[in-house]
């Protein structure tokens, strides 16, 4: 897992909104669009039956983080693990939702959904801008038999301090040395090349409206907005498409009995079935909260969702945890105040 600094983490959204007035049994939450298409369906189908309505802003890890280092929100959630120090200095307890793959997206005209094939050196040599267009030989050598266009690419990043990015660059930064080097993995880098987009939804709206973008997001915008994927060869050299199963196979390698405060880091899983960029994406509760009974909520909003939500989850091609998890979980609920 990669590490941030404390002073980073503060600065990763400076401008921190006011807190959010309460009413009645209402939760705020504020951070990762990773995440945020199942909060929004949890919340519509949780709401009858716990009577718990939550107000989620998705505006990037980033800003979830620092909103909840001010207490602003009642919790912040983020694609990126939050390391145990600064965990520490904030009083915070770190839990994973859900765990999602981020897709490779493309528009290419004429060439469909998982047809093109791609490795995460090539992706890393494209957002380093060495490679410009899509008939590049290292492109046409993995793609026998597709016709390539001579089609300039545009390699779309998000403008916004983002957990996904985290994701991707530190999986780029595991297939090339040089972006290792000179890039490495944050939750927000000075992009070489590439035109920006604001959050989840404003990338995918940006590859589908450029004619020869590639860009990175999670699963359900990829669906939303009805955009091809690439295929991205794994750890074990195959071939893979972004699926539930994939998703599932790489999720199943990792090892959160020895991860500390469930830091679990998915990418680049063995397995010959696994696709090879994911990650879990975490929630951020006060251990000393303005008012317990706000963090009884959400943690109630939460086992509800670990417990109903499974099928919804599954729907927007997110991989819920596994029921130990769940249950390590809810034991680390119980240090919290307002706890039952």
């Given amino acids: 897992m990669k590490r941030i600094s404390l002073a980073l983490a503060i600065a990763l959204a400076a401008a921190a909104a006011a807190p959010l007035a309460h009413a009645g049994s209402a939760i705020s939450g504020a951070g990762s669009s990773f995440a945020a298409p199942l909060y929004a369906r949890w919340a519509a189908a949780a709401a009858a039956a716990t009577g718990i309505a939550l107000r989620y802003q998705a505006i990037g890890s980033g800003a979830g983080i620092n909103r909840i280092l001010h207490r602003a929100v009642d919790f912040g959630a983020s694609d990126m693990p939050v390391p145990a120090d600064l965990l520490a200095t904030y009083g915070l307890l770190q839990f994973p939702s859900v765990i999602g793959g981020v897709d490779i997206l493309v528009n290419l005209p004429g060439i469909g959904a998982d047809r093109l094939k791609l490795t ?3 992706l890393a040599r494209i957002y380093l801008g060495e490679i410009t267009r899509w008939n590049d030989p290292a ?4 793609n026998p038999g597709l016709s390539l266009p001579a089609l300039a690419i545009t390699a779309v990043h998000r403008l916004d301090g983002s957990g996904t990015t985290f994701v991707f660059t530190e999986y780029l930064g595991m297939q090339s040395p040089r972006w290792k080097a000179r890039i490495g993995a944050s939750t927000a880098i000075v992009w070489p090349v590439g035109v920006a987009a604001k959050g989840s939804d404003g990338l995918a709206r ?11 997001a999670e699963s359900a915008y990829a669906v939303r907005a009805h ?3 690439a295929l991205l060869r794994n750890k074990a050299g195959m071939f893979v498409a972004p ?3 994939a998703f599932a196979a790489a999720a199943a390698s990792a090892d959160w009995a020895r991860a500390r405060h469930f830091a679990v880091d998915l990418n680049d899983q063995p397995g010959a079935a696994s696709w090879p960029i994911e990650s879990a994406s975490f929630v951020l509760l006060p251990r000393d909260p303005k008012d317990p009974q706000q963090n ?3 943690t109630r909003f939460f ?3 670990f417990r109903h939500g499974g099928e919804i989850a599954e729907g927007l091609l997110y991989v819920p945890l596994p029921a130990p998890v769940q249950a390590a979980i809810r034991a680390a609920w119980k240090t919290l ?3 039952e």
Avoid: E
């Fill in 206 to 216: 940006a590859v589908g409206r450029i004619n020869g973008a590639i860009g990175y």
């Fill in 296 to 298: 009884a909520l959400v």
């Fill in 303 to 305: 086992d509800w969702g």
């Fill in 337 to 339: 105040p307002g706890q």
């Fill in 243 to 245: 699926t539930m199963a």
């Fill in 139 to 142: 492109i046409v050598a993995l």
């Fill in 120 to 122: 995460g050196p090539v």
């Fill in 227 to 229: 955009l091809s994927t």
